[in-house]
């Protein structure tokens, strides 16, 4: 891989990022830092920077991408209410593994949600990434669903939706997101293997 080309397209991207993409980045690092921590600053923050990405997807025609940052706003704000509001006996939610049905459903939930963005992206609208856009959009709305269900699971959806999105945004130009989205990889990473270790002691009944 070519170093200088890397930082040339990070120097390109900081040149060419409007101050409204810098406080998106900044409230989405935010915000997946967060989570980790399993910090409920991980909804206001998260609200911020998805409200932000609303008006720039729009703007580069990444239609599924809007829509999918609308619903995290969705999302965050009944995660939100789960998070404060743990079960009888408990100071918070505790972070588990899905059950097997748990892992159908999702699965389920993914492929329904693919096939009809791709429909509607394909059909209705003038995107020229159909594929990418309705892929990284299904996996992302399986994940916030997940977290705001503190499921395990989330992390391996989000790590999903990275690893697509780093050259989605790259080919659209949008160079520090797609910066943002390696760094939201490793940070993924970090909170499948803390969660990982917090559910654990859940089940030890720690």
């Known amino acids: 891989m070519d170093f200088e080309w890397i930082m040339e397209s990070l120097r390109q991207g900081i040149a060419e990022m409007t101050w409204l993409e810098a406080i998106a980045v900044f409230f989405g690092i935010a915000s997946v830092y967060y989570s980790i921590k399993k910090n409920i600053l991980v909804f206001p923050t998260g609200m911020v920077s998805t409200l932000i990405y609303v008006y720039i997807c729009l703007k580069y025609k990444l239609y599924a991408d809007m829509g999918i940052n609308a619903y995290y706003f969705g999302m965050s704000i009944y995660g939100w ?55 990284t959009t299904s996996s992302a709305f399986v994940g916030m669903w997940l977290m705001a269900k503190k499921k395990v699971e989330n992390w391996i959806a989000w790590i999903i939706t990275d690893l697509v999105s780093i050259p989605l945004y790259f080919y659209k130009g949008l160079m520090l997101t797609s910066f943002q989205f390696i760094f939201f990889t490793v940070l993924a990473v970090i909170g499948l293997v803390s969660w990982m270790k917090s559910s654990k002691k859940v089940s030890n009944g720690y």
């Open 81 to 135: 209410y789960l998070w404060s509001r743990p079960a009888t006996g408990k100071e918070e939610l505790p972070v588990t593994w899905l059950s097997k049905v748990g892992i159908y459903k999702s699965v389920i939930l993914f492929l329904l949600s693919y096939g009809v963005l791709f429909l509607v992206l394909s059909k209705f609208t003038d995107s020229d990434v159909p594929y990418w856009d309705s892929f």
